[in-house]
């Protein structure tokens, strides 16, 4: 339980102890303890009339029952410093910390300052989002992207006691209206389109444009293809990794060293799949035109070696830098996809994500499950992959009329299991 006391008649410290007066005018003291029992910290607040400390005392005792107890100095904490707090403690790769740290640089701290954190208001949540767009020039779709990680750092103050609400959930923000409106035009490549580019890619290179457009792999993931992930005789690609710049670098020691680990030049890195279990990765069919495709690089280049190390998973891997001394990162891919473009004349701009867009549309286009597209995608969603390609999917309703009327006119035999077993009860 809070006790309430004056330190004037029971700390011998004290410069008034021993203070006889009844109404001596001294501050009032409460001692409590936070939630957690006999272990938790002991905290002090002082005040100058003892009803106000009284007062303090039950509320922090009840607020302790209703678990609704809340830091009385965490409020005081600038946003700026809880945001640090947010990005060290969340379990997030390399890459989004840097993108947080980019939004606390650019977005944060620009306009909140050093307010306090229990000082800001929906109304300020509001304002921030007018800056956003009005003066700082973002379009609406980054905006939302800050406003979601915003909202996930008051979440963390008021999971760890600093304030009681979180100012974000009273803010009205049409976020499926500004995603409608933020939607890009997918492009697909043509077959034309695909080979001119492999045609102008170096050789060892080649097999990259077959890959994402064969498995529907991002390029990272491409990138980080070894031999110990094909299954050439079942036909199966198993993708559980990828290649970014955003693994730690080595402690520097010299000034060059200092400058070239200096702001964004991490170090390259094979990891796994981001926002994935470590043991989590996706297998997806590939065709015998593209198994037969990996083996002739393989015959023709070989595989490149990878120990395990630092930002390292061993393993023999399909491709390289031209040296064949390191990895093949994506800003590697990136100069030779773009010399590619202007060697082979196209008359788009060819995106490499496009490669991918090409295996969704055509499996879908030929009445694949969208389930199925999506796990190969790598989408944790569905509905993420319908809404992307609805549009190159087959009329549903016509097909079933066209299969029942085949069925019913006996044009096409229909051979179904006279029972099974379900887990959902018969209507």
Request: charged share 30%.
């Amino acid at each position: 339980m809070a006790s309430v006391f004056q330190k004037c008649k029971t700390d011998k410290k004290n410069p008034n102890y021993l203070c006889e007066k009844t109404r001596c005018g001294h501050p009032w003291t409460v001692r409590y303890r936070e939630p957690g029992g006999r272990g938790a910290r002991q905290r002090e607040k002082t005040f100058e009339k003892k009803t106000d400390a009284d007062k303090f005392s039950v509320r922090i005792e009840r607020d302790k029952d209703v678990g609704s107890y809340i830091d009385p100095d965490g409020a005081k904490k600038q946003l700026v410093r809880v945001y640090k707090e947010f990005i060290e403690a969340g379990d997030t790769v390399m890459g989004s910390k840097r993108n947080y740290e980019y939004s606390l640089n650019r977005h944060i701290g620009p306009y909140f300052g050093g307010r306090t954190i229990g000082s800001i208001k929906p109304a300020d949540i509001q304002g921030w989002l007018k800056w956003m767009t009005s003066e700082a020039g973002y379009a609406e779709s980054t905006t939302l992207v800050r406003y979601r990680v915003l909202a996930s750092v008051f979440n963390y103050a008021v999971n760890n006691d600093y304030i009681a609400k979180n100012p974000c959930h009273r803010v009205k923000v049409k976020q499926a209206k500004v995603l409608r409106r933020s939607k890009k035009k997918i492009q697909i490549p043509t077959m034309d389109e695909m080979t001119a580019l492999a045609d102008n890619l170096p050789d060892q290179l080649q097999l990259v444009v077959w890959i994402m457009a064969g498995a529907g792999l991002r390029v990272g993931e491409a990138l980080a293809i070894s031999v110990q992930q094909i299954d050439f005789e079942e036909g199966v690609l198993s993708v559980d990794r990828q290649i970014v710049a955003d693994g730690k670098n080595e402690a520097p020691v010299t000034a060059t060293d200092r400058a070239r680990t200096k702001g964004r030049h991490r170090a390259l890195c094979i990891r796994h799949l981001k926002w994935r279990d470590s043991d989590d990765g996706r297998k997806i069919p590939i065709g015998r035109w593209l198994t037969k495709k990996i083996q002739e690089h393989i015959d023709h280049f070989g595989t490149f070696r990878v120990e395990e190390g630092p930002n390292r998973m061993v393993g023999d891997y399909l491709f390289s830098n031209a040296g064949r001394t390191n990895i093949a990162s994506p800003s590697y891919m990136t100069r030779w996809w773009t010399a590619a473009i202007k060697d082979a004349g196209l008359q788009r701009n060819v995106k490499r994500h496009w490669l991918r867009h090409f295996f969704a549309s055509a499996a879908l286009s030929r009445g694949v499950p969208v389930h199925e597209v999506a796990e190969w995608l790598g989408h944790t969603d569905p509905r993420v992959t319908y809404q992307m390609y609805s549009h190159v999917m087959p009329d549903a309703p016509e097909r079933l009329r066209v299969l029942m009327d085949s069925v019913f006119t006996g044009v096409e035999a229909l051979e179904l299991p006279q029972e099974f077993e379900t887990t959902e009860s018969a209507e």
